[in-house]
Antibody
Framework: QVHLQESGPGLVKPSETLSLTCTVS????????WGWTRQSPGKGLEWIGY???????KYNPSLQSRVTMSADTSKNQFSLNLTSVTAADTAVYYC?????????????????WGQGALVTVSS | DIQMTQSPSSLSASVGDRVTITCRAS??????LAWFQQKPGKAPKSLIY???TLQNGVPSKFSGSGSGTEFTLTISSLQPEDFATYYC?????????FGLGTKLEIK
C-alpha cells in the first residue's frame, strides 16, 4: 500500500499562493492518478482536482482559475498551487491516490489518502 | 454539480447493532459511488467504491448497495472502532462531490 505525505507552509497570507507537495512512497507516481481534496468546517469535503504523471489534469471548475497541479516523477512527488488565497481557503488539505476500477470505468475512484496538512490563511 | 444528500446526519447506536446510512444523488450516477470513514483528527479512509466493492483490507461487516440515485452503507455488529463519521461521494461526473456526512455515535 502506498503512503502519501503532505508538506508545505501551514500559514499563508491573503492574496498569496498556497503551495503543497505530496511525497509518495511504496509505489511509483507513474501509475495511478494523484489528487487533492480539502476539508473545512464551513464547506465539508471539497475535491480540488487530480493529475496523471504525464501532466494531464482535471480541476474543480469552482477553483480552476486559481489551481495548478504538477508532478515530478524523479522525486515521486506531486504538487498543488492555489493562487490569490483568502480566508475561505483555510482548510486541511489531503493528497489522494485515485485508480480506475476497470477498463470501462468512467472516472477513477479514491483509494489512499495522506494524513492531511492544515493550511491557515491569515495576515 | 451533483448534490449528494446523506441521511440521517447523525445516528446513535449500541455495540453489536446493525445500522444503515442512506445517500441520495440529485441525478443518476450509475454505480459511481464511494464511501469513506473518518475518525476525529484523522484523514478519511476509503471503504467502498463502485457502490458495493470493498477496498482491500476493509472487513466484510461493511457493505454497500444501490444504483442510480439511491445508495446505502450498512455496518453490521458495530464495534467501538466503527463509531466515526461516514461520507458518500459521487465520481460519475466532474466535479466529484461529497455528502455532508453521517456521524455515528455510541448510544
Amino acid at each position: 500500500q502506498v503512503h502519501l505525505q503532505e508538506s508545505g507552509p501551514g500559514l499563508v497570507k491573503p492574496s498569496e499562493t498556497l503551495s503543497l507537495t505530496c511525497t509518495v512512497s511504496g509505489g511509483s507516481i507513474s501509475r495511478s492518478y494523484w489528487g487533492w481534496t480539502r476539508q473545512s468546517p464551513g464547506k465539508g469535503l471539497e475535491w480540488i482536482g487530480y493529475i496523471y504523471y504525464t501532466g494531464s489534469t482535471k480541476y474543480n471548475p469552482s477553483l480552476q482559475s486559481r489551481v495548478t497541479m504538477s508532478a515530478d516523477t524523479s522525486k515521486n512527488q506531486f504538487s498543488l498551487n492555489l493562487t490569490s488565497v483568502t480566508a475561505a481557503d483555510t482548510a486541511v488539505y489531503y493528497c489522494v491516490r485515485l485508480t480506475y476500477s476497470s477498463g470501462w470505468a468512467k472516472l477513477p475512484h479514491f483509494d489512499d489518502w495522506g494524513q492531511g496538512a492544515l493550511v491557515t490563511v491569515s495576515s | 454539480d451533483i448534490q449528494m444528500t446523506q441521511s440521517p446526519s447523525s445516528l446513535s447506536a449500541s455495540v453489536g447493532d446493525r445500522v444503515t446510512i442512506t445517500c441520495r444523488a440529485s441525478q443518476g450516477i450509475s454505480n459511481y459511488l464511494a464511501w469513506f470513514q473518518q475518525k476525529p483528527g484523522k484523514a478519511p479512509k476509503s471503504l467502498i467504491y463502485a457502490a458495493s466493492t470493498l477496498q482491500n483490507g476493509v472487513p466484510s461487516k461493511f457493505s454497500g448497495s444501490g444504483s442510480g440515485t439511491e445508495f446505502t452503507l450498512t455496518i453490521s455488529s458495530l464495534q467501538p472502532e466503527d463509531f466515526a463519521t461516514y461520507y458518500c461521494q459521487q465520481y460519475d461526473s466532474y466535479p466529484y462531490t461529497f455528502g455532508l456526512g453521517t456521524k455515528l455515535e455510541i448510544k
